[in-house]
């Protein structure tokens, strides 16, 4: 037998083997709930981590993280796994790489998933509203609070939440009909004026105004995209 022939069959069987073991949709989600299952075990060190995962997000959130936002994309000797579950913007992303009967995930893949199941479940949070290139929490913390308070809050939240900038709490202003939540009251922006005062808005007349950080206003927290 020639070097080519014995070449053309080692490929051949090669290639039959790629697609034989190319990782099947239920395989990738599979994969999936395994890192992220994994990610929490780390996290948790009582108990079992997926189980937490349905204690806290009830299982029809769980089950919407695997069936809904997960998806796989085929191309018979490889496949990818792909996602928008992480993206504010909601396109979606590559996540995972499947080949040889093995899913292989990109490394800050487990981190930015329990951010996002972590923001599902927060009552802040919540189901947020997008206008222009601000993602907008659905509610206002539920306590007023002084301009330092209110920054270490948003943040607090975690993957760039974030107090609106004066131009942006604007915009939330033009728009409070539509976002929905907002009370009559006064709101903090993040814009300083030296280093004792900031900038806030009123939400029943829409005026701007600079006074002492000390002062307890309404807040409500942001985030681009």
């Known amino acids: 037998m020639k070097q080519s022939q014995i070449t053309f069959i080692v490929i051949s069987l090669f290639v039959?083997?790629?697609?034989?073991t190319n990782p099947s949709t239920a395989e990738h989600k599979e994969a999936v709930k395994e890192k992220v299952s994994a990610a929490f075990e780390n996290n948790n060190s009582d108990g079992n981590a997926f189980q937490k995962l349905g204690e806290q997000l009830g299982q029809t959130i769980g089950m919407a993280l695997i069936d809904k936002m997960i998806k796989r994309e085929n191309y018979l000797l490889f496949s990818l796994t792909k996602s928008k579950f992480l993206d504010n913007d909601e396109k979606e992303k590559v996540v995972g790489f499947g080949i040889l009967g093995k899913v292989y995930f990109s490394e800050n893949f487990s981190n930015n998933i329990i951010d996002k199941i972590g923001e599902s479940n927060n009552t802040i949070i919540g189901n947020t509203i997008k206008i222009e290139n601000i993602e907008v929490a659905e509610k206002d913390f539920p306590n007023s609070m002084n301009w330092e308070d209110a920054k270490k809050a948003c943040e607090n939240l975690g993957s760039g939440w974030r107090l609106p900038s004066k131009e942006e709490l604007n915009t939330l202003y033009l728009n409070k009909d539509k976002i929905g939540g907002f009370a009559d009251e006064y709101y903090w922006c993040s814009t300083e004026y030296g280093g004792n005062s900031a900038c806030f808005q009123n939400f029943y007349s829409g005026f701007q105004d600079v006074t002492n950080k000390d002062g307890t206003f309404y807040v409500?927290?942001?985030?681009?995209?």
């Open 16 to 20: 039959i083997v790629l697609m034989l």
């Open 220 to 225: 409500r927290a942001i985030r681009a995209f």
